[in-house]
Structures are given as C-alpha cells and as structure tokens.
C-alpha cells in the first residue's frame, strides 16, 4: 500500500476534496453535499482558510487525497473544521494525525481551546473527539440545510505553552 502523505492544502484540491467529502457524506442516509449552495469554500480552501485565521491540510495516498483538516481562528479560541477520512483508509490512526496537526498549530499561536461542531450522525467522530480529549456532546445547533443537520459541540483545553 503506498504511503500517506500530509501536506498543506491548495485551492486546486478542489476536485479530490469534494470527492472525499461526497464519499464521505455518502455514507449517512440525508447528508447531502450542496458545495455551491452550502459548502463553497471547498472550491478555494486554502484561501478561505487564510482569510479565516487558519490552516487546511490535505492526506494523499497515491495522487489521491484520502484525509482532509483544517482549522478557523479568532481572539482565544480556533474552531477545528472538515475532518473527513476515505472510508478505505480508516481505522489506521490518520484522523488523530490530522487532529494532531490542527492541535499542534493552534497550540503553537498560543491559543488555549480548540472547539468543533459535528453532525449527531457522525457516531465514529464523536468517538475520537472524545478519545482525543475533547468534551461535549450536550450542546446541540440545529442547521437550516439540505441535509437537516443537528450537530453537537465539543471543544479541548490545549496544554499551555
């Protein structure tokens, strides 16, 4: 099998990354992945993460983008975003590298807590969210999309510099 590989993200990962995200949502009945109505900052994601004070990462396997991160920024916290993993590439650690990746750049501009949404279907995530040290779980928003999400809020307290 060949090697995974992590590298910052590029506005033209456009195509393999909307590809992961549709595997991915594919597998939970109602996702629905309305890129240019909902998500379009999966077309520019490199530069729609530098305008939010942060950073996108991109996995590869073979040419292929097989992980994705990416993290918002603002005052004390940064919000962890778009942690998506191939389904034939999973359970071999690569989301918590991704994870560890976003908690290292947070940590490093000295911001002390790092919080996500995540779908209440996403029981997988939620479970290495929580592995991970993240709490939450309780506190829900309701979306107005296509998909009728309910998501859950988590967040983590970094270790201080």
């Not at 594919?26 to 996702?31: F, I, R």
């Not at 918590?96 to 490093?108: F, P």
């Not at 779908?119 to 999309?145: C, M």
């Amino acid at each position: 099998m060949t090697q995974i590989t992590y590298r910052f993200a590029k506005d033209s990962d456009a195509d393999g990354l909307i590809a992961l995200v549709a595997q991915c949502y594919a597998e939970y009945e109602g996702c629905i992945l309305d890129v240019d109505g909902e998500e379009p900052q999966y077309r520019s994601i490199a530069s729609f993460f530098a305008d939010k004070g942060g950073l996108f990462w991109v996995a590869e396997q073979g040419g292929k983008i097989v992980g994705s991160v990416g993290f918002a920024s603002k005052k004390e916290t940064a919000e962890l975003k778009h942690l998506y993993v191939d389904s034939n590439v999973r359970r071999q650690g690569l989301a918590s590298s991704l994870c560890q990746l976003v908690e290292d750049a947070v940590h490093e501009r000295g911001l002390p807590t790092l919080y996500l949404w995540t779908d209440t279907r996403f029981e997988n995530a939620h479970r290495l969210y929580e592995k991970r040290g993240f709490v939450g779980g309780a506190v829900t928003r309701t979306l107005s999309d296509l998909s009728q999400s309910v998501e859950y809020y988590y967040e983590k307290a970094l270790r201080p510099s």
